[in-house]
């Protein structure tokens, strides 16, 4: 593409318009007017989802027609609006290539930005964007038996099974919200029948096999509506972080659960952390989930991949 053709920037917003309890909806037309008026020679393509799928095939879409960037020129960007689902999306279609991805938190959690450095505050995210300077970040590869048959699903904050897994599983399926403080009812739902889950892993070729209430493998920190599962995760380090929690009892995992939104149950002697590049999580009746979303039954097999995606940061 010369120059002479250049006529601005085309900004794909894909919207999950139900986001936050109807948030995103209601705050997408400020957004579209910050995006124009910041960025008054963009061309702004808005689309409201329909269905995750519908989700899935516009932000593939606005990836696979963006333009190749013209030196000097601001590149055509994806940029995603809603809770953490939008975000898994978003870096799946964008994940390998140069198509640098906005990302636009309204939803319960908006965990991924949280632990990525974008900001969790809607219109400073937004802001962020216009400004259009970006980071190169890692991602995690999932594959194995996958939700819908996919070879790989790229995730940016944690493959959560056991423990972790169910309340995540569970939240999603409830019927009426609490906001943020859905994941922890359904937290001390699940404490009442959890018992610890029979875990096989091959950490960097380490062969464990072992009991567990949980075993959370990170990029980014947090999941759950602001549980840092991974403290230490750090999305440029070329690493994936592993918080492994020991068998305890129901009372110790119940004095744990409000120190997972600080970091602070780290301290506690059944944690254990570590970094590995790889890590095949295998077990006993287990199922992935991966930043809220199903991923699939074990085994998984996760690897960190770095410099996987450019997001526009703060």
Request: hydrophobic letters at 45%; aromatic letters at 6%.
């Amino acid at each position: 593409m010369s120059l002479r053709s250049y006529d601005g920037p085309t900004l794909t917003l894909v919207v999950n318009p139900t986001a936050g309890r109807g948030r995103a909806r209601r705050w997408l037309p400020r957004v579209a007017t910050a995006l124009l008026t910041g960025l008054p020679g963009a061309n702004l393509r808005v689309f409201q989802t329909t269905s995750f799928a519908d989700a899935r095939l516009r932000t593939i879409a606005a990836v696979e027609g963006a333009r190749p960037q013209v030196e000097g020129r601001r590149p055509d960007a994806l940029l995603v609006m809603g809770g953490d689902g939008m975000m898994h999306l978003g870096l799946n279609a964008a994940a390998g290539t140069d198509v640098p991805l906005g990302l636009i938190p309204s939803g319960r959690g908006n965990d991924f930005c949280r632990g990525a450095g974008v900001p969790r505050e809607t219109m400073a995210a937004v802001q962020a964007i216009v400004e259009g300077v970006t980071q190169r970040i890692d991602l995690m590869e999932a594959t194995g038996d996958l939700v819908g048959g996919a070879e790989r699903r790229w995730v940016g904050s944690i493959v959560s099974t056991g423990y972790d897994s169910r309340v995540n599983h569970r939240t999603n399926q409830l019927s009426w919200s609490l906001g943020g403080l859905s994941y922890a009812w359904t937290a001390l739902a699940e404490l009442a029948v959890f018992e610890p889950v029979r875990y096989r892993l091959v950490i960097d070729g380490v062969h464990r096999e072992q009991s567990a209430m949980l075993v959370a493998v990170g990029n980014a920190g947090y999941f759950g509506g602001g549980m840092w599962a991974c403290p230490r995760a750090d999305v440029t380090d070329g690493l994936l972080d592993v918080t492994i929690v020991n068998p305890v009892s129901r009372m110790t995992l119940l004095r744990l659960l409000p120190a997972m939104f600080t970091g602070g149950f780290v301290k506690d002697p059944a944690v254990e952390l570590m970094r590995a590049s790889e890590v095949i999580v295998d077990g006993d009746g287990l199922w992935g989930m991966a930043d809220g979303e199903d991923l699939g039954r074990v085994p998984l097999h996760l690897r960190a991949v770095p410099e996987q995606v450019s997001l526009y940061t703060s």
